[in-house]
């Protein structure tokens, strides 16, 4: 166990990064707290899919509407707001496309911090480990496609972040640039072709140079090479080092460095060439990009980054004797669906059906086409037997490693689940997918044959994980269930739920809940032993549930579940509902709308190799924790946007922890903002909803509430696999590292693998101090007989032993099956293929390098700022 020396993590990357004028190439979003104009691997990412992205809008025309052009577009920061309102129409959500644009970036992101990656020279183009880096690049290019093609897209843009990452670090890290290149290295992505004039052992590169800044260190050499990064591999005289801060190794002769990593002659000795190492590293991004479509054609590719406002359609569905009524009540909701969204924007991105039955579950159909779904749901009958309970959890977890982020999933079930251990799993996972789950439970005792009592409380994980997804669970009757079904079905294409006054039933006052001028299409859902309810709009007038059509809209009853659908546009105001009820009823309150936003939470690193933010699932008790909000919808106009800030609410008893001011981050426009959240925020045990709220242009408050509530878990957890794909008949070795801020912990530790390869791990408990850390490590094997072209996930888990439990820390890794001989060539491209601004120009072996002066020219003056700077760093590091 290692205390965690190195690992300070506070304020003084925020000093650093307000000091600093820039950083960039940094990984991510953090530099532009300070730097507005930075541009970092984030940026490159984003505006790289961005790009390509109206490129493909411009190339397919929208059906039924006019037609994009390049002159709206053209000398403006592209916006996926923009792009969507003109492909699809105005306020068309782009939750989708932005959450997976963020998992692109967070994987890319992701490399300069795990501490498997993060020195791998390379993964990063360092230590001129150029023909080994660029294998990587192109393994990772490779395993994307092949993911992609089996429709495994999460893993597919994993892959696909870590390759753009190393394809935009060869911009920064070798000397591409300083060799004069205009343009993007034409044989990087091309398998066929060799790496030309490579610098050999012996080569010297560099000259010593004393100064921050070093214009003139590279000797005049027309061959390629990268910069040492510390000690592993060691730097051999001669060599360039990458230079800047946080490279120890830059200190032994040759001093100095080459890295244009930032615009900051703290970080990067050839920060002045910074802005073109990055234009050559976006359009290498583009090109990448552009391969990728090219090989997956326009639809593989819009799916692959969630290139459509609609989202996928999952069903877990229990097949034993008693199901018939709820199965076929799943044919048609999804036929219903099907014929609904056909051919349209909002046509399911993918189907995805697991049938259980006990004591089997599985095996998962995964399709993006309706009629092999449609062919293949219809096919499916009750199959007799059926004991309470079922394998329905087991069944539910295929459905999640499987289903988009974003999506619904809809269980169909008349039995409790028999698996219950894996409940918090399950929680984990549904908020990890962003997928709510909706359990469609037809309670009729009547039903089933049964060996022993039943237990009171047997459905509360289906509840409990309701709650963790922002799902529901319904409980109805056969009769009801295909009408019941199809409510929920209409209610799910992408609508946001509502905050209520008070958040908690029953209460004996009306319910609250405010509709702004952003919202249409609101639709309430009540549910339970309701005797009566009657909804007023701020004016005053109501309607009550007796009144099927009434002056507010249309109800719908079907037994103990009502729907009332609200007559467009609704007034804006305060909305009342009154119930009386047995029990707890449940109401849900959704709405459409373009007003929307998405978080992430990360922790500023700032002890190298590049400093940033690292992306976290879930915060940390104990860590200074920064809280990125994206907001979607913006229309210029209507919103302030200085005035956003978050409540957290405590999600059983709706109390407010605390609230923070957002602070806006980065192109206005592009809705990012940022809070750091107090350490005493996180050391709440329960969860919590994060709750936006802001202000229109005329004042009136503007309420969203996250679909999901966070939990804050103990302590890190990372695990990181091997950097390709597992191959049937071989072991592969992954490592975790498990680090407290808090404590003491006491944890256990378990780790699972789907589908079950055997595998063992040599952690299984440990105590863990304040600022302790430790590894472990899973020996997994690949048996001969796993399925090429698969998906296998591994999951380790971190639970405490305390009598008070505090959340469980989970972490998810998504590797893929493929055979050794499966190296597709990714061949050249013909001239008539897309990629194609990519010939070396005449200038190959010209060189733009400068004499070397005397460290006066390009030099920065010690200013006081970072003098100071420097001793804060010597004093903390
Ligand atoms: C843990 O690390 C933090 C930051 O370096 C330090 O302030 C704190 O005193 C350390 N706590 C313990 C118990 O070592
Ligand atoms: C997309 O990128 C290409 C290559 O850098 C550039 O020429 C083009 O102007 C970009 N398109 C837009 C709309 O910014
Ligand atoms: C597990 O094995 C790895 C590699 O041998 C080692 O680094 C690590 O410390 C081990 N962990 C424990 C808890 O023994």
């Not at 100064?211 to 590279?218: D, M, V």
């Not at 047997?458 to 009769?479: C, N």
């Amino acid at each position: 166990m290692n205390p965690l020396s190195h690992c300070y993590l506070g304020s003084l990357l925020l000093l650093i990064t307000w000091l600093f004028p820039a950083s960039g190439f940094f990984p991510n979003i953090w530099s532009l707290v300070a730097a507005p104009s930075s541009i970092t691997h984030q940026d490159l990412t984003e505006e790289a899919v961005l790009n390509v992205t109206l490129q493909l809008f411009l190339e397919r025309p929208p059906s039924g509407r006019s037609p994009l052009h390049l002159e709206d577009f053209q000398g403006q920061t592209l916006l996926a707001d923009d792009l969507f309102g003109a492909y699809f129409g105005l306020g068309t959500p782009t939750r989708h496309f932005r959450a997976a644009l963020g998992e692109v970036a967070r994987a890319n992101a992701a490399q300069d911090f795990l501490s498997v990656t993060k020195h791998n020279p390379e993964l990063h183009f360092d230590a001129e480990q150029l023909v080994g880096s660029r294998a990587r690049l192109l393994g990772s290019l490779q395993e994307a496609l092949s993911a992609a093609r089996a429709l495994e897209y999460a893993l597919a843009r994993q892959r696909l972040g870590a390759m753009l990452h190393t394809l935009q670090d060869f911009y920064s890290h070798s000397n591409w640039v300083e060799l004069g290149k205009q343009q993007p290295h034409p044989d990087l992505l091309w398998p066929g072709r060799k790496l030309k004039n490579l610098a050999q052992v012996g080569d010297l590169m560099c000259s010593d140079c004393e100064e921050l800044s070093c214009p003139g260190n590279l000797l005049n050499s027309i061959f390629l090479t990268s910069g040492y990064f510390g000690a592993k591999p060691p730097k051999p005289p001669g060599k360039c080092s990458h230079g800047g801060h946080f490279d120890q190794g830059s200190h032994d002769i040759p001093r100095g460095g080459i890295n244009k990593d930032s615009t900051s002659p703290m970080f990067s000795p050839h920060h002045a060439l910074h802005p073109q190492a990055a234009q050559l590293a976006f359009q290498a991004s583009i090109q990448a990009l552009n391969l990728l479509r090219d090989r997956l054609g326009d639809t593989g590719f819009s799916r692959l980054l969630q290139i459509s406002p609609a989202s996928g359609l999952s069903f877990v569905l229990d097949t034993t004797g008693s199901m018939r009524e709820e199965i076929n009540a799943a044919k048609m909701q999804a036929r219903k669906i099907i014929d609904q969204h056909r051919g349209g924007p909002m046509e399911p991105t993918h189907y995805i059906l697991v049938p259980f039955h006990d004591p089997g579950f599985g095996p998962v159909l995964k399709t993006s086409d309706p009629d092999a779904f449609w062919k293949h749901l219809n096919e499916i009958h009750a199959l007799g037997g059926g004991d309470e309970p079922e394998m329905c959890l087991s069944a539910l977890e295929l459905a999640l490693l499987h289903t988009p982020q974003f999506s619904d999933i809809f269980v169909f079930t008349d039995a409790s689940p028999k698996d219950v251990h894996l409940t918090r799993r399950i929680e984990a996972l549904s908020q990890k997918q962003h997928c709510k789950v909706t359990f469609l439970v037809t309670e009729d005792p009547s039903r089933r044959i049964r060996r022993e009592v039943l237990f009171p409380k047997r459905f509360e994980p289906y509840e409990a994980i309701a709650r963790a997804s922002g799902g529901e669970v319904i409980f109805t009757k056969d009769k009801h269930i295909q009408n019941v079904a199809s409510v929920m079905g209409e209610s799910m294409m992408d609508m946001v739920t509502l905050a209520l006054v008070p958040p908690v039933l029953p209460c004996k006052e009306p319910l609250v809940f405010h509709v702004d001028k952003l919202l249409h299409g609101v639709i309430i859902h009540l549910h339970g032993e309701i005797s009566t309810f009657r909804i007023s709009d701020p004016s005053g007038i109501s309607q009550d549930i007796y009144q099927d059509q009434g002056p507010l809209g249309h109800i719908q009853c079907f037994g103990q579940f009502w729907t009332v659908s609200l007559k467009d546009p609704p007034q804006v105001g305060a909305w009342l509902i009154a119930i009386t009820a047995q029990g707890t009823p449940a109401v849900r309150v959704k709405a459409k709308t373009s007003l929307d936003f998405l978080f992430s939470f990360g922790i500023p690193i700032e002890n190298g190799p590049h400093p940033g933010l690292y992306p976290l699932s879930q915060p940390v008790t104990g860590l200074h924790t920064l809280l990125l909000v994206e907001v979607m919808g913006l229309v210029s106009g209507i919103l302030e946007m200085n005035h956003f800030y978050i409540i957290l609410r405590g999600s059983s008893k709706g109390e407010e922890l605390g609230h923070v001011a957002l602070e806006p981050t980065g192109i206005p426009k592009r809705g990012l903002f940022t809070a750091l959240l107090d350490p005493k925020l996180l050391l709440i045990q329960r969860p919590f909803f994060l709750e936006l709220i802001g202000q229109d242009d005329r004042g009136s408050s503007l309420q969203r509430v996250a679909s999901q509530p966070c939990i804050v878990v103990p302590v890190l957890l990372e695990l990181s696999g091997p950097s390709n794909s597992l191959s049937p008949g071989h072991q592969a070795l992954l490592s975790f590292r498990i680090s407290s801020f808090s404590g003491p912990w006491d944890l256990i530790i378990t780790a699972s693998v789907r589908p079950s390869f055997p595998f063992t791990s040599n952690l299984s408990r440990v105590h863990l101090e304040k600022n302790e850390s430790v590894w472990g490590q899973i020996w997994l094997q690949v048996p001969d007989s796993a399925t090429l072209d698969s998906l296998v996930t591994v999951i380790v888990t971190a639970e405490t032993m305390s009598n008070n439990p505090s959340p469980s820390a989970h972490a998810f890794l998504q590797l893929f099956v493929q055979s050794f001989s499966q190296q597709e060539q990714l061949d050249d491209p013909g001239p008539s293929s897309r990629p194609s601004h990519n010939t070396a120009g005449p200038e190959l072996y010209t060189s733009t390098l400068e004499p070397q002066r005397d460290g006066a020219a390009g030099t920065i003056r010690a200013e006081p700022w970072w003098k100071l700077l420097l001793m804060l760093s010597i004093a903390t590091w």
